[in-house]
């Protein structure tokens, strides 16, 4: 299969390494270069790709056809997102829920003025979470749909606590109860929040004499874990080593329903990831071919996941996944 789809990965933490290894893996794309903000002479990329300051990211406008952004949603995409989208179709991960109507709609404004397609807030949820909240209620739209995210490792919760002073390593986890997702399934529970479903578990490597002192601070940390039941093992550099390197993550959506007065439907879709970030890559990569389709179609301005059809994202053609997955 040619390689037609000429990609740009603007970022190269774990994200960006994961959309490296993910276009990899595609047959009908390939990498043109990895553009950064750190000097980029400092990056040695995992495939060789040659690598570029962000500030020469216009002189690529003829030679990449789908930039994928891996920044972090809190400063990175909110900016660069809409900025980016004015010169290249962009697939990003912005993850804010809260915010993502904002972000639709500046980005939006952005890609119809350069006639490009922004693909925003895909990967698992936002993404493929979104797309199964949406199927079990327009499937079963009298009943209740619960989330669960986890067992996996919370980034920014991770990084919450290695600020705390006297602390050298740490990860959190977030835990879905287990009695609380046994009810869900059942439909039960519908009203509780998500800290009355899920549980925080924290490994931390820290001197003895400073244990206590920061257990109390985790536990009664605004906003992160105040609310939540919160365990702290304090572990030793080893056991940090050997067990807390992978990026664990998945989760469950679940949609309870009556179809009629005596009969009850449950649709459950689930995850369970050894790397988060690969995951995620692998999703952005899936849509960034929309992105490049869909532009070559003469489409423009700002998409999601519910906004594109499962077509778009295969390589396979037409025929091809009606005969095999139809």
């Not at 750190?38 to 995992?46: E, F, I, K, M």
């Not at 005596?262 to 790397?275: G, P």
Request: charged fraction near 25%.
């Amino acid at each position: 299969m040619e390689k037609n789809i000429r990609v740009g990965i603007v970022g190269y933490g774990n994200l960006g390494r994961g959309v490296e290894t993910a276009i990899e893996k595609n047959p009908d794309m390939s990498l043109v270069g990895v553009f950064t903000r750190r000097d980029p002479n400092s990056l040695q990329t995992a495939s060789d790709a040659s690598v570029y300051s962000y500030d020469s990211i216009k002189a690529f406008q003829n030679d990449i056809d789908v930039m994928i952004l891996c920044g972090g949603s809190a400063t990175d995409l909110p900016e660069m997102t809409p900025e980016i989208v004015s010169m290249f179709n962009i697939v990003d991960s912005f993850d804010n829920h809260s915010k993502i109507p904002d972000h639709f709609a500046t980005v939006n404004k952005a890609a119809v003025g350069a006639n490009k397609i922004g693909v925003i807030s895909v990967g698992w949820d936002p993404g493929l979470f979104s797309m199964n909240r949406l199927l079990g209620e327009v499937v079963l739209p009298e009943g209740d749909t619960f989330t669960f995210w986890g067992e996996g490792l919370s980034q920014g919760h991770s990084d919450a606590v290695r600020r705390i002073s006297g602390v050298k390593k740490a990860v959190q986890y977030t835990v879905p109860i287990e009695e609380i997702l046994e009810d869900a399934r059942k439909g039960i529970g519908a009203d509780l929040s998500s800290a009355e479903r899920h549980k925080r578990v924290c490994y931390v490597v820290a001197d003895e004499t400073e244990q206590s002192r920061i257990e109390q601070e985790i536990k009664t940390m605004p906003d992160y874990f105040e609310p939540y039941d919160t365990t702290v093992h304090f572990i030793s550099e080893d056991e940090f080593s050997a067990n807390h390197q992978k990026m664990k993550h998945g989760g469950v959506v679940i949609r309870n329903g009556n179809t009629s007065a005596d009969n009850k439907e449950t649709v459950e879709f689930s995850l369970n990831l050894d790397s988060n970030p690969e995951f995620t890559a692998s999703v952005l990569v899936a849509y960034a071919r929309a992105a490049y389709r869909l532009n070559q179609e003469g489409g423009h301005g700002a998409k999601t996941a519910f906004d594109i059809p499962l077509a778009y994202l295969t390589p396979k053609s037409h025929e091809e996944i009606l005969k095999n997955l139809l």
